[in-house]
């Protein structure tokens, strides 16, 4: 499972994207892996995706796991 949140604010949906991680994986026994995405208007563009490298660098780490756990 991929857990995704995001928000305006320097946060990026972290609270609620803690208890979700925590509650599925209590659920399950297979791999829960999320990643937070802050300040999604100055982070991500609609053409060319998550567009700060540091944050992009992790979607990647977190996303490559997640396909490996398929």
């Given at each position: 499972?991929?857990?995704?949140?995001?928000?305006?604010?320097?946060?990026?949906?972290?609270?609620?994207?803690?208890?979700?991680?925590?509650?599925?994986?209590?659920?399950?026994?297979?791999?829960?892996?999320?990643?937070?995405?802050?300040?999604?208007?100055?982070?991500?563009?609609?053409?060319?995706?998550?567009?700060?490298n540091e944050?992009?660098?992790?979607?990647?780490?977190e996303m490559?796991?997640?396909?490996?756990?398929?």
């Open positions: 499972m991929f857990l995704l949140a995001t928000s305006p604010g320097a946060h990026g949906g972290q609270t609620a994207l803690g208890i979700a991680a925590a509650k599925f994986t209590r659920m399950t026994d297979k791999s829960v892996v999320h990643f937070s995405l802050p300040s999604f208007m100055e982070n991500f563009s609609e053409e060319n995706g998550i567009t700060n944050l992009l660098e992790k979607f990647n780490i490559t796991s997640f396909t490996d756990s398929l």
